[in-house]
Nanobody
Framework: QVQLVESGGGLVQAGGSLRLSCAASGSIFSFNAMGWYRQAPGKERELVAAISSGGNTYHVDSVKGRFTISRDNAKNTLYLQMSSLKPEDTTMYYC??????????WGQGNQVTVAS
């Protein structure tokens, strides 16, 4: 059974940094594409960043140059380094195991709040 356990969210001032982590178990992590999503209240969950099993990355335009997705296969852990945070980045963030560009399993979600 795949489990994704997130950590690292919290409250930060605008311009600050946070790093989200997602510890995976129950599958062969190094084989899996992974992604970070976020969902504001009343809106659809959107892809923020993705990383292939080979390490190729994608970042949505709104976070390019500020957020970086990475993975440590030895630790079965996915990361999202977030810098230059803005109040509009405030929302719930979710990690996901992806297959064919579609999320298959979700983490529990982690709140990120950026104070202006």
């Amino acid at each position: 059974q795949v489990q994704l356990v997130e950590s690292g969210g919290g409250l930060v001032q605008a311009g600050g940094s946070l790093r989200l982590s997602c510890a995976a178990s129950g599958s062969i992590f190094s084989f899996n594409a992974m992604g970070w999503y976020r969902q504001a209240p009343g809106k659809e969950r959107e892809l923020v960043a993705a990383i292939s099993s080979g390490g190729n990355t994608y970042h949505v335009d709104s976070v390019k140059g500020r957020f970086t997705i990475s993975r440590d296969n030895a630790k079965n852990t996915l990361y999202l380094q977030m810098s230059s945070l803005k109040p509009e980045d405030t929302t719930m963030y979710y990690c996901a195991e992806r297959k064919d560009n579609t999320p298959q399993y979700w983490g529990q979600g982690n709140q990120v709040t950026v104070a202006s």
